[in-house]
C-alpha cells in the first residue's frame, strides 16, 4: 500500500512567522483532505511534500523513500497542482500537455500524442483541445492542471485549494473528476471548504495556525460532536448578546431571522434544540470562526 509519512515537520519563515508546528501525518491511498483556513500553513506544507521547499525539521517518507533527500525520485512518482497555475494563454491545450509531458522525460513523439489523448479524454477537455488556454473557464482550467498532473501516472498528487473561484457546477465537475483519480494513488486536496472535504475525503486532518488539530475519519469526527450541538431561531439584534454568552460555531439568516449553532457539553439554555452535527460544526467548534454581530 502507498503511504505517506509526515514526522515532527516544522518550519519558521525568516520574518518569524512559524508556518508549521510539529506536524506528524500519516496518509494512505485515497482522498485525503486537508482543511484550514487562510494561513493555517497548508500551502508550505504541500510545498515542502512536493519538494519544493525544505523544513527546518523533521521528516518526510514516501513508501520509505526519503522525500527531503531524495528529490529527483520523488518528483517522478509526484504530480502538483499548484495553488497559483497559470499557462502561457495563447497556447493551445493538447500543446500545452504535450510540452509538459516533454518535461516530464516522455520523450517519444508518439507516446507523447497518444498520452495527451489519454490525458484530454480523463479530464473531459478533447473536444477543447485545440483552443487557447487563455479562453478556459475556471473549472477548464484546473481540469487542464490536474492532466499535467497526471503525466508520469503519479503515486502522489497535490492539489492546494482547487475548487477556489469555482462555480458549483464547475466544482462538482472536479470533485467527480478527482474521486475517480482518488481510487489508486495517495491524493491530497488541500482546501479551506469544507464541502470539499466533507464530499471526497475519507481521511482528513484539520490544521490551525501550523499545528494540526484533528485527524482522522469524517465521520467519526462527526459522530464525537453528536449531542454537542445545539441550535436556536433568535432575532438578529440578540446575536451580540448569544455571541458573549455561547460558543457560536455557525450563523445564518432563516426566515428573517437568525439560526445560530452553539457547541456545548450539555443543553445551554432552555430554547436551545438539539442539532444533527456536520463537518462544518466539527471544523469551527475546532477552528472559531469570525461573527459578524
Ligand atoms: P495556507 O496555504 O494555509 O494559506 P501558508 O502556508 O501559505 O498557509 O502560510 C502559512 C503562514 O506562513 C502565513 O502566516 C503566511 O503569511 C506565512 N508565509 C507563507 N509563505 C511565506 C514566505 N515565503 N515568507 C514569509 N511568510 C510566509
Not at 20 to 32: A, E, K, R
Not at 65 to 94: C, N, S, T, W
Not at 104 to 130: A, D, P, W
Request: hydrophobic share 35%; charged share 25%; aromatic share 6%.
Amino acid at each position: 500500500m502507498k503511504q505517506l509519512v509526515i514526522n515532527g515537520l516544522s518550519k519558521t519563515y525568516p520574518n518569524g512567522v512559524k508556518a508549521l508546528n510539529d506536524v506528524n501525518l500519516t496518509i494512505n491511498s485515497g482522498m485525503f483532505g486537508l482543511l484550514g483556513p487562510n494561513g493555517a500553513g497548508k500551502s508550505t506544507l504541500m510545498r515542502i511534500i512536493a519538494t519544493l521547499q525544505d523544513p527546518d525539521e523533521g521528516s518526510v517518507t514516501l513508501n520509505g523513500m526519503d522525500v527531503l533527500k531524495q528529490k529527483q525520485d520523488v518528483r517522478k512518482v509526484l504530480g502538483f497542482l499548484p495553488q497559483e497555475f497559470d499557462f502561457y494563454p495563447k497556447i493551445k491545450a493538447e500543446d500545452m500537455l504535450d510540452h509538459f509531458a516533454i518535461l516530464k522525460g516522455v520523450s517519444n513523439t508518439k507516446e507523447r500524442k497518444e498520452l495527451v489523448k489519454v490525458l484530454l479524454n480523463r479530464t473531459n477537455l478533447y473536444e477543447h483541445r485545440r483552443k487557447k488556454v487563455g479562453g478556459f473557464s475556471g473549472g477548464m482550467k484546473q481540469r487542464l492542471g490536474i492532466a499535467q498532473a497526471l503525466i508520469g501516472n503519479p503515486e502522489l498528487l497535490i492539489v492546494d485549494e482547487p475548487t477556489a473561484g469555482l462555480d458549483p457546477k464547475e466544482r462538482r465537475h472536479f470533485h467527480n473528476l478527482l474521486s475517480e483519480i482518488g481510487e489508486n494513488m495517495i491524493v491530497i486536496l488541500s482546501t479551506h471548504i469544507v464541502d470539499d472535504v466533507s464530499d471526497l475525503c475519507k481521511d482528513m486532518a484539520i490544521i490551525n495556525k501550523g499545528s494540526v488539530r484533528v485527524t482522522g475519519n469524517p465521520a467519526d469526527a462527526i459522530n464525537e460532536l453528536e449531542g454537542k450541538v445545539w441550535s436556536s431561531l433568535i432575532e438578529k439584534n440578540e446575536l451580540p448578546d448569544y455571541n458573549r454568552s455561547y460558543q457560536i460555531i455557525s450563523t445564518r439568516l432563516f426566515m428573517g431571522k437568525q439560526l445560530i449553532h452553539v457547541y456545548s457539553e450539555d443543553k445551554p439554555a432552555e430554547e436551545f434544540k438539539t442539532a444533527q452535527p456536520d463537518l462544518e460544526h466539527v471544523y469551527f467548534s475546532t477552528i472559531p470562526p469570525e461573527i459578524e454581530v
